[in-house]
């Protein structure tokens, strides 16, 4: 799964790092998305377009015809010159046939109407989608809306000093069945990785893992079961795993 496209090699959240991406070989991306103030949704990861195009717009106070005149290329380097804010309808329509999104929702439950009827426009087999988000409401109300889309609920389950990782996990699981969550989108904590394998597949959970750079890392989680490994470099991931 490519993070952000493939993020180490083109900006980040662009049509450069998703191409880039297939280019690479990887089995599908991971977007980050949020709503303009006139309700398209557009790739961004932050709030506002301040570290990615050099000009500070919050995304939800401003309209997507000011959002996509912006350069979301140059910060990465001058071969990206003119980069654009892409729209999700535009990264959908691109994806190669049989590969997989997952889409990271950024903002709040709001977007979940447009989400749905966007996806449909597309055409993508529902299969092919996963929605992700830190926002439990967010999961929760696109299961509510929209049932037959994946959506996995991102959680940092890293222990602070002293925690209790059973209860937290047991807390977790809990909050994934509320929401009536498909699985979970974990971040890479190694030490955690053989007992979040074993929890998720007892509730028939999916397991995912964010951001997995190092190959031996990414290893480590698929010997723990894990469904996806999501990295910045998809060529050196997959080059490593395939040769184990
Ligand atoms: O896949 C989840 C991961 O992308 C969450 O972190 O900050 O890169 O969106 P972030
Ligand atoms: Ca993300």
Not at 9 to 26: H, I, L, S, V
Not at 150 to 156: P, S
């Amino acid at each position: 799964m490519a993070h952000r496209g493939a993020s180490a090699d083109a900006p980040e959240n662009t049509m450069a790092a998703f191409n880039e991406a297939w280019r690479q070989g990887a089995d599908a991306i991971e977007g980050d998305f949020r709503l303009t103030k006139d309700g398209q949704i557009i790739a961004m990861h932050d709030g506002d377009t301040g570290r990615t195009t050099g000009q500070k717009l919050v995304v939800s106070k401003t309209d997507w015809s000011t959002l996509k005149k912006l350069d979301a290329g140059s910060w990465k380097g001058a071969k990206w010159k003119g980069e654009k804010i892409p729209l999700l309808s535009e990264i959908l329509a691109s994806m190669p046939q049989g590969k997989g999104i997952f889409i990271e929702i950024k903002c709040g439950p709001e977007i979940v109407q447009k989400l749905s009827e966007v996806i449909t426009q597309s055409k993508i087999p529902r299969k092919l989608i996963t929605i992700i988000s830190f926002n439990k409401e967010v999961v929760r109300a696109v299961k509510k809306h929209d049932p037959k889309l994946t959506a996995n609920w991102l959680l940092d389950l890293k222990p602070k000093k002293g925690e209790d990782i059973s209860s937290k996990l047991a807390k977790a699981i809990q909050t994934l069945k509320d929401i009536k969550a498909d699985g979970l989108g974990a971040k890479a904590v190694d030490s955690l990785a053989a007992k979040l394998g074993s929890t998720l597949k007892q509730h028939g959970l999916g397991f995912h893992v964010w951001t997995v750079d190092a190959p031996a890392q990414g290893r480590h989680f698929v010997k723990a079961g894990v469904h996806s490994v999501t990295t910045n470099k998809p060529a050196k991931m997959r080059e490593f795993l395939e040769g184990q």
